[in-house]
């Protein structure tokens, strides 16, 4: 099995946090941020990773990556192809053709690869996303009809499904991406018109690492989950 890894970011808004690195390679937990989900993916099974990165920074990724079980390939881009671009690059880096999975690299999801997989399998879906109610950054306020203040709650999750950018592809949906772009605002509403997206919940966690406060959260969470890349 082979997993794609969107790695282009610059951490812009880790700031000084970041120490001039990519921002999937900012240390968390003594560790580059992407080796906790190379980790994952290595465990679920997955033999072969190829990382999408800016051209140029190959040297850097692979330097930080052999060591953790998977073979590393970077797809090192000639020049900025966005999000669905990057993936449908990569792609041309795989050794064999049929299903992938592919992510961003600057998150910690404790994503049960294999039960997304069966699940892109068995409903015959040209793609699928994963989804989660991602934690609010607001407390709730409880109110009357009348607004009579009744309660306060500490923040808790969104009501609603967000897209955790963790996809199982088939090879028509990476045909379908486009070489340079967003593929949520080209190729997914196009497969929703045609019924082809599916939708895979995920209820455990999920960190995203976008600034100090974010990197000091996921640092705290892998130092008292050292299971992570056990």
Known sequence: MEAIVLAGGKAERLGDAAGGLPKSLVQVGGRPLLAW???RL???GVERVIVSCLGGQEETFL???HALGPDIVCAGEPERLGRGGGIR????????????LAMNGDELVDLDYHALLERHRST????TVTVAHPPSQFGQ???????LVTGFQEAGQVPYWVNCGIYALSEEALARFPEKGDHESTTF???VSEGRLRAFRHTGTWL???TPKELRRADEHVTAHPEWLA
Do not use: C, H, Y
């Not at 690059?89 to 992938?100: L, N, P, Q, S, Y």
């Not at 015959?124 to 793609?127: T, V």
């Open 37 to 39: 989900q190379v980790g």
């Open 63 to 65: 330097e930080s990556l």
């Open 189 to 191: 509403p196009e497969l």
């Open 124 to 127: 015959g879906a040209a793609a």
């Open 208 to 210: 995203t690492v976008n």
């Open 89 to 100: 690059f990569a792609a041309g880096f795989r050794r064999e053709t049929g299903d992938v």
């Open 141 to 147: 306020v409880e109110l009357t009809d009348d607004d």
């Open 42 to 44: 290595a465990r679920a």
